[in-house]
T-cell receptor, first 114, second 107 residues
């Protein structure tokens, strides 16, 4: 049981480059989300999805796009990377059908934008 | 709006000492609260949730609606408890995290 899988683990980009962070879960979870983790800022929600075909913005969505074409996958796209997007990115999923369903996190992607 | 406040960035204690990591929240509805932990080089994982009223690894947390708090406590800290702890509040569709408290337990 793989849980939540994120790729790549590390990435270095130059300002202006684009890339996609991949996230896949094999638990048939309806809810998926992307957070960024920055020192002193905790985890901040970028985008989330409550099911295939449905996405919504979180606290810090600017500069990021998402799509949810399948239940399993929830990629995060950076269209034009900026140094301010240097961070550790976490994908998380949960089964929304049960009360108090916890989030299952991936291992994270450490992104550096130069 | 929902908000989670963890006032301490760092909490440093000696092994065997009691630990209390503070968490206060702001939410207009009925809160669902969690504590997540991130050990060094590991993914975040759920530690405990208020609805379960459970004790995990010796940690407990009680929801106090009057004080809007959900403090995490452990009577005797162990070195392996050193980690980053996040308090989280579940709103309508999203989970809001506090900024986290780093717990360092020294021998």
């Amino acid at each position: 049981n793989a849980g939540v899988t994120q790729t790549p683990k590390f990435q270095v980009l130059k300002t202006g480059q684009s890339m996609t962070l991949q996230c896949a879960q094999d638990m048939n979870h309806e809810y998926m989300s992307w957070y960024r983790q920055d020192p002193g800022m905790g985890l901040r929600l970028i985008h989330y999805s409550v099911g295939a075909g449905i996405t919504d913005q979180g606290e810090v969505p600017n500069g990021y796009n998402v799509s949810r074409s399948t239940t399993e996958d929830f990629p995060l796209r950076l269209l034009s990377a900026a140094p301010s997007q240097t961070s550790v990115y976490f994908c998380a999923s949960s089964y929304e059908g049960s009360y108090n369903s916890p989030l299952h996190f991936g291992n994270g992607t450490r992104l550096t934008v130069t | 709006a929902q908000r989670v406040t963890q006032p301490e960035k760092l909490l440093s204690v000696f092994k065997g000492a009691p630990v209390e990591l503070k968490c206060n929240y702001s939410y207009s509805g009925s809160p669902e609260l969690f504590w997540y932990v991130q050990y060094s080089r590991q993914r975040l994982q759920l530690l405990l949730r208020h609805i379960s009223r459970e004790s995990i690894k010796g940690f407990t947390a009680d929801l106090n609606k009057g004080e809007t708090s959900f403090h995490l406590k452990k009577p005797f800290a162990q070195e392996e408890d050193s980690a980053m702890y996040y308090c989280a509040l579940k709103g309508y569709s999203t989970l809001t995290f506090g900024k986290g408290t780093m717990l360092l337990v020294s021998p």
